[in-house]
C-alpha cells in the first residue's frame, strides 16, 4: 500500500470518528437543553428538611431522620404519619441513615444502630457500634445488616441475634455499601475510591477496582444482577455484578448521586441527584425515559433527592432533602 493511501483511510477514518463524537456530544447537549417536568403533587414530612429518607420497596411507606422532629414513618396513600421513632433517654434523634429491609417490614436507623418494626413501629432493638456508621444496607427479612464504618472495615451483623459475624477490612473509610436480598453478595466503596465486589459467603473479594473519586452511592437491582455506583461530583456507572464489568455510564454531570432504586424487575432505575434532579432510565438499553426537577421549598432553592422510589400504580416517588414527598409522572400520564 502506498504512502498516499495510507494517509487517506486515515483522513477517513479520523472523519468517521469525528463525525461520531459530534453526533454524541450533540445528543448529550440536547439532552441536557431538554426542559424538566415538574412534580405532579407534593405533601411535607418535615418542617425543617430531611437528614435521611428511604422509601418501602413497594412505594407505600416512607421512614425519614428530620432535623427538628427526629425520626419518623409516614403512610404515602394517606399522607400521614404512623409513628415517632427516636432513640431512649432523647427528645428528638437525629438518624443520619434510615432504611427499609428488603421486604419493607423492618427499618433500621444510625448513628446508634437501632431496628424498628414497620408494622407496629416498636423498636426491638439497639446496639451500640464500635465506630461511627458511615453507610448501612438490610437484608431482605431484616436479618442481616452490612455496616460501613470508618474504621476501614465494612461489618457484617445480625440483627436477630445481636452480634458481629465477620469484616471486610479495606485500605480506606468505608464511605457505601450494598447487599443482595438473601445476603450472599456485597458491594463496598471507600473514601479513596476503591470499588469491591464481595462474596459473603466465605468473605472473599471477587473484583476491585480503584477510582479517582470517592465512591459516593451504591445501590444492588432486587435479583442482584446489577449494581449502580456514584462517584463524589463524577459519573454514574451501572455495573453487570455476573462479569463485573461496568455496562454503561448513566449520568456525569456535578454533583453525582444522592439516591437511586431500581424497579422490581430490575429493568428500570430512578436516580434523584444531589442537586435538583431526578431521572429515570430503562435498562435494556440504558436509555434516559423522563427528567424531572424539584423545585424546593424555602431556603431550599436547591434541593437533593436523598430517596427514590417506585409505587405501584406506575408513578414515581421522590423524598427531597427540603422536607417535601413528591409524586412523580411522566409527561402525558394520568
Known amino acids: 500500500m502506498c504512502l498516499t493511501d495510507s494517509i487517506t483511510r486515515t483522513l477517513r477514518a479520523l472523519s468517521l470518528w469525528g463525525a461520531r463524537l459530534l453526533l454524541l456530544l450533540s445528543g448529550l447537549l440536547l439532552s441536557a437543553c431538554e426542559p424538566a417536568l415538574e412534580p405532579a403533587d407534593h405533601f411535607r414530612v418535615a418542617s425543617q428538611g430531611l437528614i435521611s429518607a428511604d422509601l418501602s420497596p413497594n412505594g407505600l411507606k416512607l421512614a425519614i431522620g428530620s432535623f427538628n422532629h427526629g425520626g419518623s414513618l409516614w403512610s404515602i396513600q394517606d399522607q400521614s404519619r404512623d409513628f ?179 424497579n422490581a424487575a430490575g429493568t428500570r432505575l430512578l436516580m434523584g441527584t444531589a442537586r435538583e434532579y431526578v431521572e429515570l432510565w430503562s435498562l435494556s438499553p440504558a436509555e434516559r425515559q423522563a427528567r424531572w426537577k424539584i423545585p424546593g421549598d424555602g431556603p431550599w432553592h436547591r434541593a437533593a433527592a436523598v430517596a427514590v422510589g417506585f409505587t405501584g400504580d406506575g408513578r414515581y416517588l421522590a423524598a427531597a432533602s427540603d422536607g417535601m414527598l413528591y409524586t412523580l409522572k411522566q409527561e402525558g400520564q394520568k
Open 84 to 262: 415517632n421513632w427516636n432513640q431512649p433517654g432523647e427528645d428528638y434523634s437525629a438518624f443520619r441513615l434510615i432504611r427499609f429491609s428488603g421486604d419493607g417490614q423492618q427499618v433500621a436507623s444510625a448513628d446508634k444502630l437501632a431496628l424498628w418494626d414497620a408494622k407496629s413501629g416498636q423498636s426491638l432493638r439497639y446496639w451500640q457500634a464500635p465506630h461511627r456508621i458511615l453507610d448501612l444496607a438490610i437484608s431482605a427479612n431484616g436479618t442481616f445488616a452490612l455496616l460501613a464504618l470508618e474504621n476501614n472495615r465494612a461489618v457484617m451483623f445480625n440483627l436477630s441475634r445481636g452480634g458481629i459475624i465477620g469484616y471486610l477490612d479495606h485500605k480506606a473509610s468505608v464511605s457505601q455499601v450494598a447487599i443482595d436480598r438473601d445476603a450472599t453478595l456485597a458491594v463496598t466503596g471507600t473514601v479513596d475510591g476503591d470499588l469491591t465486589f464481595w462474596s459473603l459467603e466465605n468473605g472473599t473479594i471477587t473484583y476491585q477496582q480503584n477510582f479517582p473519586r470517592p465512591v459516593s452511592f451504591l445501590a444492588l437491582s432486587p435479583d442482584g444482577k446489577l449494581c449502580v455506583a456514584g462517584f463524589y461530583q463524577g459519573e454514574v456507572l451501572l455495573w453487570n455484578l455476573k462479569t463485573h464489568r461496568p455496562l454503561t455510564t448513566l449520568y456525569t454531570q456535578s454533583p453525582g448521586l444522592a439516591s437511586a432504586a431500581f
